[in-house]
C-alpha cells in the first residue's frame, strides 16, 4: 500500500484514542476520587469509588469529544457507563462474599458438618448444622418431587394443547403464583394444618417449598419448549408419529438441557427460604430423618435462630455465618450444576 494511501485511510478513520486511554481514564479518576475523600475528611469509603465512576464518565467524554469527536465520544460514554454498572453491582456481591467467608470459616470444619446441636446451649461453642442440612435436603428435595413433574406438565399443555379461556387462565394464575411473597405459601399450608388439627413437620414445609417453586418451573419450562422449531414437531407428525409420542421423543429430548437448568435454579431459589418453614417446621436442635413426623430443622432457618440469639457476637454469631456460608455453598454448586448441564445438553452446531 503506497504512503498516499495509508494518508487517505487515516484521514478517513479520523483521531483515534490508544487502547490504553481508558485504563489511564480509569486510574486517574479513582486517584482524584482518593484524594477528595481524603482531603474533605469524609467517612464512607464507598463514596471515593462513586465519585471515582463520575470522574471517569466525564473524563471520558470530556477527552473523546476533544480527540475523536462528539458522535465517537457519546459511544465510549455508553460503553463506559456499562462498565462501572457493572463494577458498581459487583461491590455488594463481593462485600457479601467476603464478610460471609471471613467471618464463616472460624468455626466451619468436618465437626461443624458432621455433627448436631443436640443439648448444646446457643451461648455455648461447639455443635454443628448436620441437622439442619439434612432436613433442607429432605424438604427441598420432596418439594422438587412435587414441583418438577407438575410445572414440566403444566409447561407441556400450555405451550403443545393450551388454547381457549383455559390456557389463558392458567397463565395467569402461574404470573400471580410467581409474585407471591414466600410467607403467604406457608400460611396457605398452615391453615390446612390448622383444620386437621396437625402438627408441625418437615413435609409442611416441602409443600409451601413446591408452591414457590412450581411457577419458576412452569416459566422456564415453557420458555425452553418454546425454542424447539414447529419443524422438528412437523416432521415428526408428517411420519405419523402421534402427538404426545412426539412431545416425549422429540420436543422434551430437544429442550432437556434447559428444563433441568430451570428446574435446578428453582431449587436453588427455594433452598434459602426462611418464612414457610419457620410456620410449619419449626426447627429441632436434634436430627430427626423422618420428614413425616415432629418438628425439623433447615440451613435457612437454622441461620435465623442463631443470629437471633446470638446478640451479634459470641459462638451463635459464628454459628450463624459458618451456616450461612455452607448455604451460599450449597446454592453455588447448584448454579454450577445448572450451568455445566445446560452446556452438556445444549444442541451441537456445525458439522
Known sequence: MSTAAVTSKRSLQGARLP??????????????????TFAASLDSSIQWALMGAIFYVVGTYAIAARVEGRRQAKDRVATSLVWV?????????????????????KV?????????????????????????????LEQVGLATVIAAPIGVLTAVYLVEYGRGKLAKAVTFFVDVMTGIPSIVAGLFILSIMLAFDMQP??????????????????????????????ELREASLALGIPK????????????IGGITTGIMLAVARIAGETAPVLLLVWGNSLINANPFEGAQQSLPLYIYQQY????????????????????????????????????????KTGR
Do not use: Q
Open 19 to 36: 487502547k490504553w486511554a481508558p485504563f489511564a481514564i480509569a486510574a486517574g479518576s479513582v486517584a482524584l476520587g482518593v484524594v477528595i
Open 85 to 105: 454498572a457493572f463494577l458498581l453491582a459487583l461491590i455488594p456481591l463481593v462485600s457479601l462474599i467476603w464478610s460471609t467467608v471471613s467471618r464463616g470459616v
Open 108 to 136: 466451619l470444619d468436618f465437626y461443624f458438618l458432621s455433627h448436631s446441636m443436640g443439648l448444646v446451649a446457643d451461648d455455648e461453642p461447639g455443635g454443628g448444622i448436620y441437622h439442619a442440612i439434612l432436613g433442607s
Open 201 to 230: 413437620f418437615g413435609f409442611a414445609g416441602s409443600l409451601a417449598l413446591a408452591i414457590l417453586m412450581m411457577p419458576v418451573v412452569v416459566r422456564s419450562t415453557e420458555e425452553m419448549l418454546k425454542l424447539v422449531p414447529n
Open 244 to 255: 404426545w409420542r412426539t412431545i416425549l421423543k422429540v420436543v422434551i429430548p430437544t429442550s
Open 308 to 347: 437471633a440469639n446470638s446478640g451479634g457476637a459470641g459462638a451463635a454469631y459464628d454459628r450463624a455465618w459458618a451456616a450461612s456460608l455452607t448455604l451460599i455453598a450449597f446454592v453455588m454448586i447448584l448454579n454450577a450444576a445448572a450451568r455445566g448441564i445446560a452446556r452438556w445438553k445444549a444442541p
